[in-house]
């Protein structure tokens, strides 16, 4: 019986051996057929890109959700195995992080006017291992089969989705297991970031080898993590450059209730909806993402990709009743968007992208056309900051300085509220001998920093400055504090 | 007798008549000597331009100052007779209209690298006929023969030499005794452009049509009007721009007084000067002028010009006591300023401007050095603002809004002192398509407008949408409401 027992042991461990190696086998397979060979108009590059879908419950046949990602492996082939694995998510909520983040901002390939890629000489993947993800469902090529699941859309479920995403990419590419990992965003993913961290982080407690993530910290830009301060920063910092009236700045002041703790009095008149609308039109022509830009005035390139979502979740709270602001989605360059939307539309690419292969009903848009509703947005992000940051992950919060939807006065005194103690006092960073912008850092790890004349989407208009920000964020360095 | 009588009285008539006109031709061949033939470096163009002294007291041979003027006629030569005349006036105090407004900012011929003229095509003599003066003596090619002279100079001095520059002018040029007459400038003519404003009013009332100036308003720029209010907006702007600390901030704004008022008791504490030194710190190693500009980092257009001045009358006065503060007076350009330096001392330069005849002892500088202390400075302008604007003046204030040294917020806050009804609230302004600023009308004539991303020197910054601005300011329209 011993030896019939430990025969039967033996022939299921080589039978679950087996499978591991078959799914080993199929995910390399998989990842081969992922490699993206032929994008029309990229100019030639040493190191690999795939792109494709990770379905999020294979196992669940019925339940048919898939992510699209589009990874660059470091920039120099030397490189990919000591350099960080870093996913990049941007906010919306709804938008994608492919047509803004990999091609409008910190990828290497930036879509242009005419339909062709211009290699990025600021590319983060200059620094990491670069994975842009759409998610949740609804947001770009990523899809489901059940429409109903587009009605149930929130902060929980593209947590948790972004989550079962990772463990089956990290399937795909278990090489990159071990690299150290880090999660970075802007805008609303500000809340993205650090929830995703924080289930990474809680499911780490109790994983296996296998679904262990190497999550050593996160970083944030211009990003949406207290709706009570972001609100009242953004009012502040509206007066302060000049673009509302006196009266209209001390109407919200004293008429608009900031805060959105739901056990107090709201004290919010019946006018705060007046002024909302007022401060909405001081906005409304002029790029509020980079108040000192000039606006797109083609109207080719304007569009209401958005003006479907947020009707639920738009930070800031005392601004969300207003039709206006649904406009002004967390994150879009109203320039440069259009190309994008262009060009992940066309068949060519997407072939070369594998991507579209269920054939959407709805065409391609950089902020989702399809996502109704949001059902969660929790007001505030800081107890999920200060919890990760006890957990003794890296944080660092940046914040391009000319952006008036997420300003600097916003996270100024959104970092203020968790009353930090401070280690190193406000100073000025350097990047090829020009202030760079102003850093504080804080016990316990946390860093705030600025980039100087930098709108919302800090890569489009700092490149060089950003991808030194990064570079320093992921070797944990002091930033520079002197000009040469 | 009856006869006699009518005979002397004929034969005075006819000496006077005569001496007017041996005055005026000796004018009118002073005139003909001043006019510019072979500036060096300049290109052709279809206008006049004269340059060249104003003795300011003739009759007293013993009192031999002088103040040199650059006019530029109207761009088009139709436009001569129908076009103003707007006298431009720098601030420092000390520094030149000739070396910044005429040479860097807004006058046709704009001094380059290379040491030739660039012509401008956004010159305000395209709307106006431009005279430029270098005042008060110690300025520039401006000269006094008695070198006791510099050590009694301030406001009032200014305001008085400056008028009595005028009479000389106009009996110079008495083509444009006629002509609406406009003072605007930048800076710390917020001080010189009211003051000589209100003593040409004055003495308007009692004056004969010889001395009789036909002053129509007057337009500032990033003007010091309110020591108290400016300070507070310094301060404010920098905190809600990410320049300084929240610590900083807070220090400031409890520790030092911004009260200017003699009576009140004053409750800056000892740790005020401390935070000064601080704030001075935080803006040592970026442009305050233009806070999202590059600096210039060659040393050769490091200049020390104005380290010397400033001692006494450096705005807010509560940085006045620390001498970082000297380093930056109110109103150069780092970058342009060397270049106007090295033209200007240059002797083919010199004669065919018809400057520096009397051969100064010292070198020609943009901001004066031999300026050692300033006497007077009111620390409030407003009380002038007031007055001329209820005597029916048109009154535009500016503010280019990327600014830290005299920022929009502390134009905000010193207009707001005058408690002014408003007419029209803040509302954008456009031009070319975009929004150009925001403009606030109030009753009685007063309008503050701001140059949007423009810094302290506007047309420097913004040279379009500044001529814009004044060619609106000229006719008295009000600016574009809409963008089309």
């Avoid at 990159?176 to 802007?186: I, P, T």
């Avoid at 594998?354 to 848009?365: F, G, I, R, W």
Wanted: glycine share 6%; net charge negative; charged share 20%.
């Amino acid at each position: 019986m011993a030896f019939f027992r430990n025969s039967i042991f033996f022939i299921l461990l080589l039978a679950t051996a087996a499978a591991v190696e078959l799914e080993a086998d199929r995910e390399a397979r998989r990842r081969e057929s992922d490699r993206v060979t032929d994008l029309p108009g990229q100019p030639p590059v040493k190191f690999n890109h795939y792109a494709g879908y990770v379905k999020l419950r294979p196992e669940q046949p019925q339940d048919q959700k898939a992510l699209f990602y589009w990874f660059f492996e470091a920039h120099e082939p030397n490189d990919v195995a000591s350099k960080p694995l870093v996913l990049w998510l941007n906010g919306g909520p709804g938008c994608s992080s492919i047509a803004y983040g990999a091609a409008q901002e910190l990828g290497p390939f930036l879509v242009q006017s005419n339909g062709q890629l211009k290699l990025n000489d600021f590319s983060w993947n200059k620094a990491a291992n670069m994975l842009f993800l759409e998610a949740p469902i609804g947001v770009g090529y990523s899809y489901t089969n059940k429409t109903t699941d587009l009605e149930k859309l929130g902060d929980k479920i593209t947590a948790e989705d972004s989550y079962a995403f990772l463990i089956g990419w990290f399937k795909r590419f278990p090489n990159f297991k071990l690299h150290h990992f880090y999660v970075a965003g802007e805008s609303y993913a500000g809340h993205y970031v650090p929830q995703l961290a924080d289930m990474i982080h809680e499911r780490n407690q109790n994983s296996s080898k296998d679904t262990f993530i190497n999550l050593k910290g996160f970083m944030i830009g211009n990003a949406a993590i207290d709706d009570e301060r972001d609100s009242k920063g953004m009012v502040e910092y509206a007066w302060t450059h000049g673009i509302i009236s006196d009266k209209l700045y001390h109407n919200i002041m004293n008429e608009c209730s900031f805060t959105t703790d739901s056990n107090s009095t709201n004290q919010t008149t019946t006018h705060c909806e007046e002024h909302a609308r007022g401060f909405s039109l001081a906005y409304s022509h002029i790029d509020i993402y980079s108040i000192y830009s000039p606006i797109c005035l083609s109207s080719s390139s304007t569009s209401n990709f958005t003006s479907s979502i947020l009707l639920t979740a738009t930070p800031p709270r005392i601004f969300s009743m207003h039709e206006l602001w649904h406009k002004l989605p967390l994150g879009y360059d109203p320039c440069t968007e259009a190309y994008a939307n262009k060009f992940f539309n066309r068949e060519d690419v997407q072939r070369a992208l594998h991507a579209n292969v269920t054939k959407l009903s709805y065409p391609y848009t950089p902020c989702s056309g399809v996502i109704q509703q949001w059902t969660d947005s929790p007001t505030s992000i800081l107890p999920t900051i200060q919890k990760l940051l006890n957990a003794g992950l890296r944080i660092w919060v940046y914040s391009g300085d000319t952006d008036g939807r997420v300003p600097i006065t916003s996270t100024r005194y959104s970092i203020n509220k968790m009353e930090l103690e401070i280690e190193e006092e406000w100073r000025a960073w350097y990047h090829k001998q020009e202030v760079a912008g102003w850093v504080e850092t804080y016990k316990g790890g946390l860093i705030l920093a600025t980039v100087r004349g930098a709108g919302h989407q800090v890569p489009v208009f700092a490149p060089q400055q950003s991808l030194a920000l990064f570079s320093y964020f992921l070797s944990a360095n002091t930033l520079p504090s002197t000009r040469s």
